[in-house]
């Protein structure tokens, strides 16, 4: 299975790199891969200090055959994507609220300096590619409308010139420029190797309802772990851990009974 799942990233990988970062993907390609990682997964319990919701078991275990059996879900497509943050369809929106700096990640300790410190810092992070954007009722609560999800890929320092293997998503409202939540993930681009990391991010809709996926590849054993994040309003970020996936112990590890 490790095997397949590598030569599909190397198969991934070069389209990517003739196409872009950003090309759509094929929802019937999006979900045969995830259905692939699903294989080897099991669901996983969540200790209550990773995630402030309760741990629903059997909606996990129903999430993860329904994967495998790439039946019931619909993988969202981004309105824009695109590898360049100076796009005139995404500053379309971007442009409202310039001051928000989408691409710019740094801790609040850090946004409490006057701008021309931050840097010294080194503890401001930038993404450079994958940009997407959706328009998703992720709150689920139709009355407010829908809300906006940024994603960004290639997350560098330019101060300390190093990548990091995590990106994130913001959940924004463009009418009062505030970012309202967000979410980390695993980053999709090495920027400095300008080469796809193996790991994957969208956004699906099941059961009525929106979901934040995150598909982490593991080099060095050559596997996935996957989680799913949803909308959680009793915290401060908005969006929290619901599922996570981890892979079946092998033969070795003691897996036969």
């Not at 991934?12 to 019937?28: I, K, V, Y």
């Not at 850090?110 to 410190?117: A, T």
């Not at 959680?232 to 009974?257: D, N």
Request: aromatic share 12%; proline share 5%; net charge neutral.
């Amino acid at each position: 299975m490790n095997r397949l799942i590598l030569s599909l990233i190397l198969v991934l990988s070069l389209l990517l790199g003739t196409a872009g970062f950003c090309e759509e993907t094929q929802q019937q390609t999006e979900g045969e891969m995830l259905a692939r990682i699903a294989e080897d997964l099991r669901a996983d319990f969540i200790p209550p200090h990773l995630s402030r919701q309760p741990y629903d078991e059997s909606f996990c275990e129903c999430f993860l055959e329904d994967l495998k059996a790439q039946r019931g879900i619909e993988f969202i497509r981004p309105i824009l994507q695109t590898d360049n943050y100076n796009d005139p369809g995404l500053q379309a929106y971007l442009g409202k609220c310039p001051s928000l700096q989408l691409n710019k990640t740094m801790p609040d300790r850090v946004k409490s300096l006057p701008e021309g410190e931050r840097e010294n810092t080194g503890e401001v992070w930038y993404t450079n590619c994958d940009f997407r954007l959706y328009r998703v009722d992720f709150d689920n609560d139709p009355k407010n409308g829908e809300e906006y999800l940024f994603y960004g890929g290639g997350m560098y320092n330019l101060k300390r010139k190093i990548t990091t293997d995590l990106s994130g998503y913001r959940l924004v409202d463009f009418n009062k420029c505030k970012i309202v939540g967000g979410k980390q993930v695993s980053d999709t681009v090495d920027y400095v190797t300008r080469r796809p990391t193996g790991s994957y991010t969208g956004v699906l809709k099941y059961k009525g309802r929106y979901y934040i996926y995150d598909a982490e590849f593991w080099p060095r054993s050559g596997t996935y772990s996957l989680r799913l994040h949803k909308w959680y309003k009793e915290i401060k970020s908005k969006i929290s851990l619901f599922c996570q996936f981890v892979q079946k112990p092998s033969a070795e590890e003691g897996g036969k009974k």
